[in-house]
Nanobody
Framework: QVQLVESGGGLVQAGASLRLSCAAS????????MGWFRQAPGKERDFVAA????????LYADSVKGRFTLSRDNAKNTVYLQMNRLKPEDTAVYCC?????????????????WGQGTQVTVSS
Protein backbone atom coordinates (compact mmCIF):
# COMPACT_ATOMS: atom_id res chain seq x y z
CA GLN A 1 0.00 0.00 0.00
CA VAL A 2 1.31 3.40 -0.97
CA GLN A 3 1.68 5.78 1.94
CA LEU A 4 2.43 9.43 1.30
CA VAL A 5 2.77 12.15 3.95
CA GLU A 6 2.96 15.82 3.01
CA SER A 7 4.44 18.61 5.11
CA GLY A 8 5.60 22.18 4.82
CA GLY A 9 2.35 24.04 4.34
CA GLY A 10 1.48 27.20 6.19
CA LEU A 11 0.27 30.78 6.09
CA VAL A 12 2.44 33.24 4.20
CA GLN A 13 2.12 36.63 2.56
CA ALA A 14 1.99 37.12 -1.18
CA GLY A 15 5.47 37.03 -2.69
CA ALA A 16 6.85 34.64 -0.10
CA SER A 17 8.17 31.12 -0.62
CA LEU A 18 7.36 27.71 0.81
CA ARG A 19 8.78 24.27 0.27
CA LEU A 20 6.45 21.32 0.48
CA SER A 21 7.73 17.81 1.10
CA CYS A 22 6.12 14.47 0.39
CA ALA A 23 7.63 11.50 2.18
CA ALA A 24 6.79 8.08 0.80
CA SER A 25 6.99 4.64 2.35
CA UNK A 26 8.26 1.54 0.63
CA UNK A 27 11.13 0.47 -1.55
CA UNK A 28 9.11 1.09 -4.70
CA UNK A 29 9.52 4.86 -4.58
CA UNK A 30 12.28 5.16 -7.13
CA UNK A 31 10.12 3.32 -9.68
CA UNK A 32 7.16 5.66 -9.42
CA UNK A 33 6.34 8.94 -11.08
CA MET A 34 5.10 11.52 -8.59
CA GLY A 35 2.75 14.44 -8.84
CA TRP A 36 1.32 17.34 -6.88
CA PHE A 37 -2.26 18.52 -7.09
CA ARG A 38 -4.13 21.22 -5.25
CA GLN A 39 -7.73 21.84 -4.31
CA ALA A 40 -9.18 25.17 -3.30
CA PRO A 41 -12.55 25.34 -1.49
CA GLY A 42 -15.41 24.63 -3.86
CA LYS A 43 -13.11 23.78 -6.76
CA GLU A 44 -11.81 20.70 -8.52
CA ARG A 45 -8.49 19.10 -7.62
CA ASP A 46 -6.11 20.61 -10.15
CA PHE A 47 -2.75 19.48 -11.43
CA VAL A 48 0.28 21.43 -10.23
CA ALA A 49 3.40 19.49 -11.20
CA ALA A 50 4.73 16.00 -11.90
CA UNK A 51 8.10 14.31 -12.13
CA UNK A 52 9.43 11.08 -13.59
CA UNK A 53 11.09 8.46 -11.40
CA UNK A 54 14.56 9.60 -12.41
CA UNK A 55 13.73 13.26 -11.98
CA UNK A 56 14.81 13.83 -15.54
CA UNK A 57 11.52 15.21 -16.72
CA UNK A 58 9.04 17.51 -15.04
CA LEU A 59 5.65 18.87 -16.02
CA TYR A 60 4.02 22.02 -14.67
CA ALA A 61 0.64 23.65 -14.87
CA ASP A 62 0.78 26.94 -16.73
CA SER A 63 -0.33 28.77 -13.60
CA VAL A 64 2.81 27.77 -11.69
CA LYS A 65 5.38 27.52 -14.45
CA GLY A 66 8.43 29.64 -13.64
CA ARG A 67 7.48 29.94 -9.96
CA PHE A 68 7.34 26.34 -8.71
CA THR A 69 10.05 23.71 -8.98
CA LEU A 70 9.52 20.01 -8.38
CA SER A 71 12.41 17.74 -7.45
CA ARG A 72 12.95 14.38 -5.80
CA ASP A 73 15.52 12.58 -3.70
CA ASN A 74 15.07 8.85 -4.23
CA ALA A 75 17.58 8.05 -1.48
CA LYS A 76 15.24 9.81 0.97
CA ASN A 77 11.98 8.66 -0.64
CA THR A 78 10.92 12.29 -0.81
CA VAL A 79 9.71 14.78 -3.39
CA TYR A 80 9.94 18.52 -2.88
CA LEU A 81 7.80 21.29 -4.31
CA GLN A 82 9.58 24.62 -4.04
CA MET A 83 7.02 27.41 -4.40
CA ASN A 84 8.28 30.93 -4.99
CA ARG A 85 6.49 34.25 -5.53
CA LEU A 86 3.32 32.85 -4.04
CA LYS A 87 0.01 34.46 -4.91
CA PRO A 88 -3.33 34.46 -3.07
CA GLU A 89 -4.73 32.26 -5.84
CA ASP A 90 -2.22 29.57 -4.85
CA THR A 91 -4.21 29.05 -1.64
CA ALA A 92 -5.35 25.42 -1.51
CA VAL A 93 -4.78 22.03 0.04
CA TYR A 94 -1.78 20.51 -1.72
CA CYS A 95 -1.66 16.73 -2.13
CA CYS A 96 1.06 14.54 -3.53
CA UNK A 97 0.30 11.46 -5.56
CA UNK A 98 2.14 8.43 -6.91
CA UNK A 99 1.68 6.28 -9.96
CA UNK A 100 3.29 2.93 -10.68
CA UNK A 101 4.97 3.93 -13.90
CA UNK A 102 7.76 6.22 -14.99
CA UNK A 103 5.48 8.45 -17.04
CA UNK A 104 4.64 11.77 -15.42
CA UNK A 105 1.17 13.08 -16.14
CA UNK A 106 -1.23 15.81 -15.11
CA UNK A 107 -4.24 13.47 -15.22
CA UNK A 108 -5.26 12.83 -11.61
CA UNK A 109 -7.21 9.65 -12.43
CA UNK A 110 -3.95 7.98 -13.45
CA UNK A 111 -2.45 8.22 -9.97
CA UNK A 112 -2.68 5.20 -7.67
CA UNK A 113 -1.97 6.65 -4.25
CA TRP A 114 -2.60 9.94 -2.50
CA GLY A 115 -1.50 11.72 0.62
CA GLN A 116 -3.82 13.57 3.00
CA GLY A 117 -2.61 16.99 1.93
CA THR A 118 -1.14 20.09 3.51
CA GLN A 119 -2.80 23.50 3.64
CA VAL A 120 -1.15 26.47 1.94
CA THR A 121 -2.68 29.88 2.57
CA VAL A 122 -1.36 33.00 0.88
CA SER A 123 -2.59 36.34 2.15
CA SER A 124 -2.64 39.47 0.03
Amino acid sequence: QVQLVESGGGLVQAGASLRLSCAASGRWFSSYAMGWFRQAPGKERDFVAAITWSGGRTLYADSVKGRFTLSRDNAKNTVYLQMNRLKPEDTAVYCCAARATDRATGVRELYNGWGQGTQVTVSS
